[in-house]
C-alpha cells in the first residue's frame, strides 16, 4: 500500500527539499494521479520560483544611500537613534511623494508668519545652549522621510505643518530656523510635537537638526526629547526642558553665518535648495 | 567593529531589503525595517560569533523587530501601495501591469496571513532559504516549519486566487 501523500510532502517536494530519491518517487505517483498533480499545483504555484520573482525588483534596485552609510558609518547607533526611529514611523507615509504639498503649503501661506515670533523662537531656543559644553556632532543613522522629508524641503521656518500619522494628523512639524553649517551644508532646526486632546497636559515633543546632504537625503544631527507643556489660557507652546540644551549645542558647533533670513529661506526652497553663486 | 563585518553586511543588504518588503507589503516600509535590523545588528555585533551565518542571523533580528512592531502598534497594514522601484525594474508594460497586479494580490494575500506563516513565506518562497535554516531562524523544529508552510501556501493560494481574477498570474 502506498504512502498517504501529505501536504507536507507536497510542500517539501515543490521547494526542493526532497531527496532525489522521494522527489523521483513522487514525481511517478504525480504523473499516473491527477487529482494529487491538483494538489501539488497549489504548492508550486506559491513557490520559490513563482514568489521570488515578484519581489527580486527590490532585491536588484541599488541599496539606498542611507542604508549603505548606516552600515558602513554607524559611529552611533544609541537610545537616540531609537527614540528618533519610533518617531519617524509615526511619520512615514505610504504615499509618494505630492508635488501638490509644496502648493498647498506655499509661501502665500508664509506672509501670516510672524518674523517677531521666529526671532523671539530662535533667541528662546539659544538661550539654553549658552553655557553648555560642545556635544559630538555627527549623524545619528537616519534620514528623514515620508512627511517629515517634505516638511524640511518644502516648509518655511515657523510655519506648523500637520503630518499624517495614520490619518489623525495629531503631530505637528515646524521648522525654527534654517543655517548654513560650517561644512557647506544647509541644516534647519525644528520642533515636533503631538498634540493632546486635553487642555493641559504634558505631551512628548522633540527638536532636532537635520543637514541636507548633497545627494538630496535629510540626515538628522540631533535629535532629543523635551518636554511640552501646553497653555489652556493662550495655547502657546513652549520648550521648557534642558534636555534640548544638546540640540543647541549642537546648533551653535554646526552653524557659520546667521540664520537666514526668511527671504533667504524662500530663495533656497524655490531653488530646491540650491546655494546661488 | 570589523570593517569584514560590515562589508559583509553591505553585500546581504539587497536580500535583507526583500525580506523586509516581503513582511512589510511595501519597500519603503520594508527599508525602515531594515534601518531598523541593521541598527540592532551594529549594537550587538558582539554576539555576532566567528562561525555564525550573517543571513540566519540578521532573519531573525529583523522578524523579531518586525513582530514586536506588530504586537506594539497592533496595527495590520491594508494600504499596499506599488513600489516605484517596480517600475524603474521593469521594461515591457504589459508585464509591469501584470507584475503589479501579481505583487499586489501577494502582498494583500500575505497581509492576511499570521505573523508567523508570514514569515515562513518571506524566508522561505521568497528568500529561497531552506528549511533547515527557516527552522533555526524562526527557532522550531524543521517538522514545523513544513506544517505551518502547507497551511501558509495553502491560505496563499486561496487567497490569491479569490482576491482578484488578476492573480491566475501567479499561475505558472
Not at chain 1, 541599488?62 to 519610533?86: F, M, W
Not at chain 1, 489623525?168 to 525644528?190: A, M, N, P, W
Not at chain 2, 518588503?21 to 541593521?38: A, F
Request: charged share 20%; aromatic share 6%.
Amino acid at each position: 500500500m502506498e504512502q498517504k501523500v501529505t501536504d507536507e510532502i507536497l510542500v517539501a517536494y515543490a521547494d526542493g527539499e526532497l531527496t532525489p530519491e522521494e522527489h523521483a518517487a513522487l514525481e511517478t505517483r504525480l504523473a499516473a494521479d491527477p487529482v494529487l498533480a491538483e494538489r501539488a499545483r497549489v504548492f508550486l504555484n506559491t513557490g520559490r520560483t513563482a514568489l521570488s520573482d515578484l519581489y527580486d525588483d527590490g532585491l536588484n534596485a541599488p541599496v539606498p544611500k542611507h542604508l549603505r552609510a548606516l552600515v558602513l558609518d554607524n559611529a552611533q547607533a544609541t537610545g537616540v537613534a531609537n527614540s528618533v526611529r519610533q518617531w519617524w514611523r509615526r511619520f512615514r507615509t505610504d504615499r509618494p511623494f505630492e508635488a501638490g504639498m509644496a502648493t498647498a503649503f506655499g509661501w502665500k501661506h508664509a506672509t501670516a508668519l510672524s518674523l517677531g515670533l521666529v526671532i523671539g523662537g530662535i533667541a528662546g531656543w539659544t538661550g539654553y545652549g549658552l553655557n553648555q559644553t560642545s556635544h559630538p556632532i555627527g549623524s545619528i543613522g537616519v534620514v528623514a522621510h515620508g512627511d517629515v522629508l517634505t516638511a524640511l524641503e518644502t516648509q518655511p521656518a515657523g510655519h506648523s505643518l500637520p503630518l499624517d500619522n495614520s490619518g489623525r494628523r495629531d503631530t505637528t512639524f515646524k521648522v525654527l530656523l534654517t543655517f548654513h553649517s560650517r561644512t557647506g551644508e544647509i541644516c534647519r532646526q525644528y520642533h515636533l510635537a503631538r498634540q493632546k486632546q486635553a487642555q493641559t497636559r504634558s505631551t512628548p515633543s522633540f527638536v532636532g537638526v537635520a543637514c541636507r546632504q548633497s545627494g538630496g537625503d535629510w540626515r538628522i544631527m540631533a535629535h532629543v526629547p523635551v518636554s511640552q507643556r501646553t497653555s489652556a489660557a493662550d495655547k502657546v507652546t513652549t520648550a521648557s526642558h534642558p534636555k534640548n540644551q544638546s540640540v543647541e549645542a549642537v546648533v551653535d558647533d554646526l552653524i557659520t553665518g546667521d540664520v537666514l533670513t526668511l527671504e533667504q529661506e524662500a530663495g533656497l526652497i524655490n531653488r530646491h535648495w540650491k546655494v546661488a553663486q | 567593529m570589523s570593517s569584514e563585518f560590515r562589508a559583509e553586511l553591505v553585500r546581504f543588504l539587497p536580500r535583507l531589503r526583500r525580506f523586509a518588503h516581503g513582511l512589510t507589503g511595501n519597500l519603503e516600509t520594508g527599508d525602515d525595517l531594515v534601518q531598523d535590523s541593521c541598527l540592532r545588528a551594529l549594537s550587538r555585533v558582539d554576539q555576532f560569533r566567528s562561525g555564525m551565518r550573517l543571513d540566519s542571523w540578521m532573519f531573525k533580528i529583523t522578524k523579531n523587530i518586525w513582530i514586536d512592531r506588530l504586537r506594539s502598534e497592533q496595527v495590520r497594514g491594508t494600504v499596499v501601495p506599488i513600489d516605484e522601484s517596480l517600475a524603474a525594474g521593469s521594461s515591457d508594460g504589459q508585464k509591469l501591469v501584470d507584475e503589479r497586479l501579481t505583487l499586489q494580490a501577494v502582498n494583500s494575500a500575505l497581509d492576511q496571513l499570521s505573523p508567523d506563516l508570514r514569515v515562513l513565506i518571506c524566508l522561505v518562497s521568497i528568500d529561497g532559504l531552506s528549511y533547515r535554516d527557516t527552522a533555526d531562524v524562526v527557532g522550531v523544529p524543521i517538522g514545523t516549519v513544513m506544517s505551518r508552510l502547507a497551511r501558509a501556501r495553502r491560505q496563499l493560494h486561496d487567497l490569491v486566487n479569490q482576491g482578484a481574477g488578476q492573480a491566475h498570474v501567479v499561475e505558472s
